[in-house]
Nanobody, 122 residues
Framework: QVQVVESGGGLVQPGESLRLSCTAS????????MNWYRQGPGKEREVVAT???????MLVESVKGRFTISRDNAKNTGALQMNSLKVEGTAVYYC????????????????WGQGTQVTVSS
């Protein structure tokens, strides 16, 4: 079982920055993939950024150049640095991890955090 906890949300003005953190704990062999999702008011949840254990990253087009995803494999933590935030970035941001239970596991299990609220407003 894996527990996922996000932190770092808050209220900021347009153009400001926030850094979200994600910590995975529990019993697992590895965190293969770490994703950040967000769900804005009245919208569906969407993936924002992805990072694999070997450092490959993906950012959706709408946040490229403003957001950066990173992780520390040794600490099982990750971060989403969000710069130049826009009003449309207001959402609950979720960390999602795909983990391998043991060295021999061939399937990845998915776990979600409870989410952290980001509000961008003047």
């Amino acid at each position: 079982q894996v527990q996922v906890v996000e932190s770092g949300g808050g209220l900021v003005q347009p153009g400001e920055s926030l850094r979200l953190s994600c910590t995975a704990s529990g019993t697992f062999f590895s965190i293969d993939v770490m994703n950040w999702y967000r769900q804005g008011p009245g919208k569906e949840r969407e993936v924002v950024a992805t990072i694999t254990s070997d450092g490959n990253t993906m950012l959706v087009e709408s946040v490229k150049g403003r957001f950066t995803i990173s992780r520390d494999n040794a600490k099982n933590t990750g971060a989403l640095q969000m710069n130049s935030l826009k009003v449309e970035g207001t959402a609950v941001y979720y960390c999602n991890v795909q983990s391998r239970a043991t060295f021999y596991s061939t399937l990845l299990q998915t776990y979600w955090g409870q989410g952290t609220q980001v509000t961008v407003s003047s």
